[in-house]
Each structure stands twice: as structure tokens, then as C-alpha cells.
Nanobody, 114 residues
Framework: QVQLVESGGGLVQAGGSLRLSCAAS????????MGWYRQAPGKQRDLVAR???????AYGDSVKGRFTISRDNAENTVYLQMNSLTPEDTAVYYC????????WGQGTQVTVSS
């Protein structure tokens, strides 16, 4: 059973930065893609960023130019660098890994104060 453990969430002021980490219990080479999704209260879970096994990336429209996803294959970890945060970025952020099935982490809360 693959486990994904997120860390790095917290409270930050608008304009600030945070870096989220997602540590996988299996080699991330085994996944076709890994990504970050977020869910705000009363809203659906949306894609934030995704990185494929070949390194290709995709971002949600609202975070393009502000967020960067990266991966450390040796550490089996995926990162999400979030800059220029706004209150609209407040949500629970979930790590996702796509193999023969989808795996999810428990989520980490990000709160951006105005």
C-alpha cells in the first residue's frame, strides 16, 4: 500500500510563500504522474499542479506563474513551491500519485490571511 505524506502547510500572510512536500513510501518512478490538488470548504477538489514521469508539468489556471511543482527522485518526494499567495489559495492541499490506481495523502491545510 502506497502512502503519501504531505507537510509544509500552515498560516501565511497574503504575498507570502510556502513550500509543500509530499513524501512517497514507494519509488515515484513507479507513478505515471504526481500532483497536488486543493479543496476549499464547499468547493470541489481541483488540480493545482501535476508533474509526469517524463518531467512534463501542468498547472491550474489560477496558479500559473506563482506555483512551481518539482520532484526529487532520490528522495521520492514531490514539492510545491507557492509564491505570491492570496486568501483565495486557502484550502486543504492533497498530494496525488497516479499508478494503476490513484493514491491520495491526508492533506495539509494552507491558510492565507489578508
Amino acid at each position: 500500500q502506497v502512502q503519501l505524506v504531505e507537510s509544509g502547510g500552515g498560516l501565511v500572510q497574503a504575498g507570502g510563500s510556502l513550500r509543500l512536500s509530499c513524501a512517497a513510501s514507494a519509488s515515484i518512478f513507479s507513478f505515471r504522474a504526481m500532483g497536488w490538488y486543493r479543496q476549499a470548504p464547499g468547493k470541489q477538489r481541483d488540480l493545482v499542479a501535476r508533474i509526469a514521469s517524463n518531467g512534463g508539468t501542468a498547472y491550474g489556471d489560477s496558479v500559473k506563474g506563482r506555483f512551481t511543482i518539482s520532484r526529487d527522485n532520490a528522495e521520492n518526494t514531490v514539492y510545491l513551491q507557492m509564491n505570491s499567495l492570496t486568501p483565495e489559495d486557502t484550502a486543504v492541499y492533497y498530494c496525488n500519485a497516479l499508478g494503476y490506481r490513484a493514491y491520495w495523502g491526508q492533506g495539509t491545510q494552507v491558510t492565507v490571511s489578508s
